[in-house]
Each structure stands twice: as C-alpha cells, then as structure tokens.
C-alpha cells in the first residue's frame, strides 16, 4: 500500500487554510479539512488521488468549483468544498446516505475549527456519521427503489429495441446504464454502506450471493463473463426482471403495471438468459 507522508499531508492543509493558492478558497472560508478515499482507508496504491473534502460556511462563501483536480506535490488531489449542512443532509436521503456515511466514518481529520462549545465542526459531524442508524430511512428506500425500477422499464424498452434492430450501440449503453442503476437500486433498498466506488460491485454481489440468478446475470451484463453486445444485452434484462421480482413486495401499486408490463416483454420477446456457472 501506498502511503502519505506527515509532511505531505501538513504541506497541502497548511496550503488549503492559510492561502486561495490551490482551491481559489481565502482562508477566511475554510471550516474544516477531511482526507477521506483510500488514503484514508489505507488501500492506496501509487496511482491513488488525495480525496480531500473541504468544508466551508453557508453564508457568504464566495462562488467554487465543488470539485477540483490539483497536481499537488507530484500528487494528484481531488478536492471536493462543500458545507456541514450540505453534508448533514446527505445523511437524511437513503440514495447519498449509503456512499457518505462510509465517507465520514472513515475519514481522517486533518483541521478542525473549533465552535464555541469547543467542538470541531467535522468531528461533530463525523460522529454522527458514527452514531448512524439505517432504519428511520427505510421507508424513504423503498419508496425510491420502487421510483427507479419503474423508471429503468425505460431503458430495458431501448434494450430491447436495440436487440430487434440489432443495434450493438443501443445494447451496450443501454447494458451498461442497467448495470449501474439496478445495482444501486440493491444497495439502496439494502441499506449496503458502500465503502468505495471501487468496491460497490462486489459488495452489492456478495450480498445478493454469488451463486444467486441476480449476480449471474449481473456478471454477464457488466462483462466479467460476456463479451458480445447482444448477450449482455440480454443479460441486463434478466437482471431487470431478477431486480424486480427481488423488489417484488416493496413495488408501490402505482408503479406495478409498467414494470409488470416490461417484464412480460422480456419474457416473450427475448430468448431467456440463462448461464450453467459464473465463470
């Protein structure tokens, strides 16, 4: 593993809060400095960027770019300014909840500044990221999980129109936004904390099970398994209807009747998926 050195980590934060040299920030504006990522996690390789949140006030703060790319040091940093609040209410949608509590929960604090009860603005935050508790956001989950299925009927509609025209194009992206929406749906629905993007895949198919039809299907339409465009097109819409049936007592009565509808297309008009391993 690749690590920071203390003295490359000082080096940018005393940079980030004492100048507008690297962030077009003034100092004046800068709250708190978090590296999170996987220099955080300690998982970085010598390709890794420095993921640094920056946290600035509500009022006031002159007009930012929410997210930078710097060379630093002949590192490559990625720095995201945001606000407490801004952050505290990703926490309250089960969509951003998954991705910022690993977020908080694994950051490192690297400047604080203190409030005048003498708590560090991120530390008080981070320890709520700690103190989390999934349940209260259940319902929100499900409600959005039954949004986005019925919203993904759409897609696998294009899907299956690209197979009718053979169109390879059409197939792949629409494979391609299938993959990456239903997974997140999963999660979501889950309550699955996401420790990283780099790890989001696996974690969401450990969790529906390896050997499960959801992550045969999944695998072959990403393309661990699979390479040409119409078997991974078929594949993302066995996952479509794998997502479905899974989501099957969560699904609001409003959306029912479109998912339902694309469902009895994928199962008359495409030739039914099926993969005898995972390899």
């Known amino acids: 593993m690749?690590?920071?050195?203390?003295?490359?980590?000082?080096?940018?934060?005393?940079?980030?809060?004492?100048?507008?040299?690297?962030?077009?920030?003034?100092?004046?504006w800068v709250l708190a400095v978090g590296l999170t990522g996987s220099h955080?996690?300690?998982?970085?390789?010598?390709?890794?960027?420095?993921?640094?949140?920056?946290?600035?006030?509500?009022?006031?703060?002159?007009?930012?770019?929410?997210?930078?790319?710097?060379?630093?040091?002949?590192?490559?940093?990625?720095?995201?300014?945001?606000?407490?609040?801004?952050?505290?209410?990703?926490?309250?949608?089960?969509?951003?909840?998954?991705r910022t509590v690993p977020g908080l929960r694994q950051m490192r604090v690297l400047y604080d500044m203190p409030q005048p009860d003498h708590?560090?603005?991120?530390a008080a935050l981070r320890q709520e990221a700690v103190d989390f508790q999934w349940s209260p956001l259940q319902p929100a989950a499900d409600l959005f999980a039954s949004k986005q299925v019925i919203?993904?009927?759409?897609?696998?509609?294009?899907?299956?129109?690209?197979?009718?025209?053979?169109?390879?194009?059409?197939?792949?992206?629409?494979?391609?936004?299938?993959?990456?929406?239903?997974?997140d749906i999963i999660a979501v629905q889950h309550g699955l904390m996401l420790e990283s993007e780099n790890t989001a895949f696996q974690q969401v198919m450990e969790l529906m099970s390896m050997t499960s039809k959801w992550t045969i299907c999944f695998r072959a339409a990403a393309?661990?398994?699979?390479?040409?465009?119409?078997?991974?097109?078929?594949?993302?819409?066995?996952?479509?209807?794998?997502t479905a049936r899974h989501l099957h007592a969560i699904i609001e009565p409003r959306h029912a009747d479109v998912i339902n509808a694309a469902l009895n297309l994928i199962e008359t008009d495409v030739i039914r998926f099926e993969l005898t391993s995972t390899n």
């Not at 708590?119 to 991120?122: D, F």
């Not at 390879?168 to 993959?179: F, H, K, N």
């Not at 398994?225 to 991974?232: D, K, N, P, Q, V």
């Open 119 to 122: 708590s560090g603005t991120l």
């Open 151 to 183: 919203g993904y009927a759409e897609e696998a509609h294009k899907v299956l129109g690209g197979l009718t025209t053979n169109d390879e194009s059409v197939m792949i992206y629409g494979a391609y936004s299938l993959v990456l929406g239903l997974s």
């Open 40 to 98: 955080a996690r300690g998982m970085a390789t010598p390709y890794s960027d420095v993921d640094i949140h920056v946290y600035l006030p509500v009022a006031g703060t002159p007009d930012y770019e929410s997210y930078q790319l710097h060379r630093f040091q002949q590192q490559l940093v990625s720095v995201t300014i945001t606000t407490v609040e801004s952050k505290r209410a990703e926490l309250q949608r089960p969509e951003s909840a998954i």
């Open 223 to 242: 393309g661990y398994t699979l390479s040409t465009a119409r078997e991974r097109a078929r594949a993302s819409l066995c996952l479509y209807a794998e």
């Open 2 to 28: 690749q690590a920071l050195s203390e003295a490359f980590i000082h080096s940018l934060v005393q940079t980030i809060v004492t100048s507008d040299t690297l962030t077009g920030i003034g100092s004046q």
